[in-house]
């Protein structure tokens, strides 16, 4: 029986999910549990029902890899790329690369092995493949997306071991062997931060933040200001959304503690 991957949608034209122009694929299912997230309806492994301004739907859908891979390459013109070495060593240089797919979710390597013939068969065409991820994986789905992944999105969260179980439901010695083995592994990694109030843009853990990429310089970070556009779909779903938006002014303290990093700081409002 060939693989089959759970998708919630597949969004075209993206300029936000990495260099250039993107199609996005929001995997469902996630290994943390944050109370702000932006996609609830990627938290599940499982299709959900939901019921919206009177109209239900599910959200939920099973491509075959083959499926996954021709909806992929139905904008195979706006992101074919040329260049030949996608490891860079910049900020400067992601603007070189193509546009490609970007895999989201959700996290999206708790189906790469699943994904790996679709991804082989986009390489094969010379589509560059990004992924947005926690982190939050077995070590040997890491090294898998890592042979089948060009370029890596990585969040940092809440790095305090008890908060991050208690609010996550993450285990964060899994997160710091994990970061540790993508950032050796050469791949170009941005760090993105959702700056969310009391939980990750308290003073505490914005140090133990700076201490983690002091030892790792990333080619960028983006600190994300957070929304709660998604209020919609917690209803939707029945779950309460848990959001602590942050003042302009912090986040711009935030970005001057990074500073001296060494590395370039975008705020993006995502």
Not at 15 to 25: A, C, K, M, S, Y
Request: aromatic share 8%; proline share 4%.
């Amino acid at each position: 029986m060939e693989e089959q991957l759970l998708i919630s949608n597949i969004q075209r034209f993206s300029l936000n999910d990495g260099p250039g122009v993107r199609t996005t694929i929001f995997m469902k299912g996630c290994s943390l549990r944050c109370p702000w997230c932006a996609n609830p309806e990627n938290i599940s492994s499982q299709i959900q029902p939901y019921t919206k301004n009177g109209i239900s739907g599910v959200y939920g859908k099973y491509y075959s890899t083959e499926e996954l891979y021709k909806e992929c390459m139905r904008d195979e013109a706006f992101y074919r790329g040329k260049m030949q070495n996608w490891n860079i060593d910049n900020a400067d240089d992601i603007k070189l690369l193509p546009g490609g797919i970007t895999f989201s979710g959700g996290e999206p390597i708790l189906q790469i092995e699943n994904l790996q013939p679709v991804c082989q068969k986009l390489h094969a065409n010379s589509i560059h493949i990004a992924v947005e991820t926690c982190l939050f994986v077995k070590s040997e789905l890491l090294d898998l997306a890592i042979e089948n992944v060009d370029f890596f999105y990585c969040d940092i969260k809440i790095l305090d071991k008890s908060m991050c179980k208690k609010i996550e439901n993450g285990d964060i010695e899994l997160f710091e062997n994990n970061i540790n083995v993508l950032m050796n592994s050469k791949k170009p990694v941005v760090i993105r931060i959702p700056v969310i109030g009391e939980y990750t843009a308290n003073k505490c853990n914005r140090q133990m933040v700076k201490s983690l990429l002091y030892k790792y310089k990333p080619l960028k970070i983006e600190l994300i200001k957070e929304h709660n556009l998604a209020e919609s779909k917690y209803i939707s779903l029945g779950m309460n959304i848990d959001y602590h938006g942050v003042s302009d002014d912090l986040i711009e303290k935030y970005k001057r503690e990074l500073h001296d990093i060494g590395v370039p700081i975008e705020i993006c409002k995502i």
